[in-house]
């Protein structure tokens, strides 16, 4: 009679409790969620000079580099408690003018944060000239996986 009555909790406890430790066990999944971005794969570090996270560039910390999406690289950097981002796209990939060239990429930068912060003129000028610089030592040699537009 008793184990009738502490069996079935008992076996309840004991089934969530291996649940749990399978998934502790598993590790996380392997994909990413949606919206999340993908880090970006060793060539787009070579092209870029093998960037590295942490790196300055003008006084600006290197956060991350994620892509290729849609034809394109981002990198974002931070200075205090400010952000945005440099787009490295294929050349044609986006469709407005980009503010500066190599012979196959556009380099475009955005998405400041907070929202609304005005990034100084002379900080974008300077991490842009460097990333173009970078850049354009390397595009003849590296190919990123993604980073083109798709042949027609």
């Known amino acids: 009679m008793m184990i009738w009555r502490w069996g079935p909790p008992a076996a309840l406890s004991l089934v969530c409790l291996l649940g749990v430790g399978e998934r502790l066990l598993s590790g996380p999944p392997i994909t990413a969620r949606a919206g999340q971005r993908t880090p970006a794969p060793p060539e787009a570090f070579a092209l870029l000079d093998d960037l590295e996270i942490g790196e300055k560039l003008a006084g ?63 900080a974008i000028r300077a991490i842009m000239a460097g990333i173009e610089r970078r850049v354009r030592r390397n595009e003849a040699d590296v190919v990123v996986p993604g980073l083109s537009l798709p042949e027609t």
């Open 60 to 122: 600006w910390t290197v956060l991350g580099l994620t892509g290729p999406r849609d034809g394109a690289l981002q990198l974002d950097v931070a200075r205090d408690d400010i952000r945005f981002s440099i787009t490295v796209a294929a050349r044609g990939a986006v469709q407005f003018p980009a503010p500066r060239t190599t012979a196959r990429y556009d380099l475009y930068y955005g998405h400041p944060h907070p929202r609304g912060t005005e990034i100084p003129d002379n």
